[in-house]
């Protein structure tokens, strides 16, 4: 139940995303499709954070330290771009159109997905 809720977290997070930063489009024919598209992208961004995450964190450990973890605004805006390379891969109407929009959705999301987690905890938060 808890993996649910924390996909739910990541696609509503992900469609605030694509509301308020230009550059990152949900491009589906109707709401519906929107829908179903946001939530396999938040799957798609799930996965990619949690198997290539820990080994960037591993590798680039001194580019975070040097960068006092600026650096990691970073990797958060190319994981974001690498999620919509799978994206295409698969034919989903999700757009990012450049490193920029990639930077600031990354943030939008991870302020939004904590804002939302702190609403809606999970039963390991309780």
């Given at each position: 139940?808890?993996?649910?809720?924390r996909?739910?977290?990541?696609?509503?997070?992900?469609?605030?995303?694509?509301?308020v930063?230009?550059?990152?489009?949900?491009t589906?024919?109707?709401g519906?499709e929107?829908?179903?598209?946001?939530l396999?992208?938040?799957l798609?961004?799930?996965?990619?954070?949690?198997?290539?995450k820990?080994?960037i964190h591993?590798?680039?450990c001194v580019?975070?330290?040097?960068?006092?973890?600026l650096?990691?605004?970073?990797?958060?805006?190319l994981?974001?771009?690498?999620?919509d390379w799978?994206?295409h891969?698969?034919?989903?109407?999700?757009?990012?159109?450049?490193?920029?929009?990639?930077f600031y959705?990354?943030?939008?999301m991870?302020?939004?997905?904590?804002?939302?987690?702190?609403?809606v905890?999970?039963?390991?938060d309780?």
């Amino acid at each position: 139940m808890g993996f649910l809720i924390r996909l739910v977290i990541s696609a509503v997070a992900l469609w605030i995303t694509s509301l308020v930063v230009p550059g990152i489009e949900l491009t589906g024919r109707s709401g519906w499709e929107n829908a179903l598209t946001v939530l396999v992208v938040a799957l798609i961004f799930g996965v990619v954070n949690a198997v290539l995450k820990p080994i960037i964190h591993v590798v680039g450990c001194v580019f975070y330290v040097l960068t006092l973890g600026l650096f990691a605004l970073v990797v958060n805006a190319l994981l974001f771009l690498l999620t919509d390379w799978i994206a295409h891969l698969f034919d989903l109407p999700f757009e990012i159109d450049g490193f920029w929009p990639a930077f600031y959705g990354a943030i939008v999301m991870a302020v939004v997905g904590w804002l939302l987690g702190v609403v809606v905890p999970d039963r390991s938060d309780r």
